[in-house]
C-alpha cells in the first residue's frame, strides 16, 4: 500500500477498529464542501428569517422566540458542516466501518458487509453522493451514523459508485458460515 493512498492516509485512524485478519480495502471521507453546501441551503432560509424577525426581538417575550430560533439554527449549522468533514469511512473484507474524529469528539461504529447487501446511492452537491448500506426495520439503534428512517450509509463521499461495487463484491463473496 502506497503512503500516499487514500487507505494509507486513513490507516492509523482506522487500525485501533480492525478485528484479527481485517484488512483496509477502502477509506475515505465526507466532503467538507458537500457538508457546507447542505447547510448553506438551511442558511438560505434560517439567516433571512432571524433577519426578519430581529425586530420582533426587542420587543422581548415570546415575540422574541422566531429570532432565537433562527438564530440557533443558523449559528448551529456551521459546527455541524465542520463535524461532517471530520467523519471518516472505511471498508475491509467483513465490515464497514464509520468514525468521527476531530473537534473534541470521537465515536465509531461498524456493520457487517452480510450476504447480498444491497447499497443504494443519492447524488449530492459538489460531486458527491451518499452511499446508504442498509434500511433498519423496526427497532433500529440510533447514533450518530444512523438517520431517522433508519438509514446508514457513507455520507457526502466523491467515489459512491465504484464504492457501491466494491460492497456489492465483498457482501457477495462472503459466506455465512
Known amino acids: ?30 466532503s467538507t464542501c458537500a457538508s457546507f453546501r447542505a447547510y448553506a441551503r438551511m442558511w438560505v432560509v434560517t439567516l433571512p ?57 470521537s465515536a465509531f461504529t461498524s456493520i457487517d458487509l452480510c450476504h447480498g447487501l444491497r447499497p443504494w446511492i443519492v447524488p449530492e452537491s459538489c460531486g458527491t453522493a451518499t452511499l ?11 447514533d450518530r451514523f444512523v438517520d431517522a428512517d433508519g438509514n446508514i450509509g457513507f455520507r457526502r463521499i466523491a467515489d459512491a459508485d465504484a464504492v457501491a461495487f466494491l460492497v456489492r463484491e465483498l457482501s457477495g463473496a462472503r459466506s455465512d458460515g
Open 49 to 105: 428569517a432571524a433577519l426578519v424577525t430581529y425586530p420582533l426581538a426587542q420587543s422581548g417575550g415570546i415575540a422574541a422566540m422566531p429570532f432565537l430560533v433562527f438564530t440557533a439554527l443558523t449559528v448551529c449549522a456551521v459546527p455541524a458542516a465542520l463535524i461532517a468533514g471530520r467523519t471518516f469511512y472505511a471498508l475491509t473484507q467483513r465490515r464497514a466501518l464509520f468514525v468521527i474524529d476531530g473537534f473534541g469528539l
Open 132 to 142: 446508504f448500506l442498509s434500511r433498519r426495520a423496526g427497532n433500529h439503534r440510533r
Open 1 to 30: 500500500m502506497s503512503k500516499h493512498s487514500p487507505v494509507a492516509a486513513h490507516a492509523e485512524r482506522f487500525a485501533r477498529h480492525l478485528r484479527r485478519h481485517e484488512s483496509l480495502i477502502w477509506a475515505g471521507r465526507s
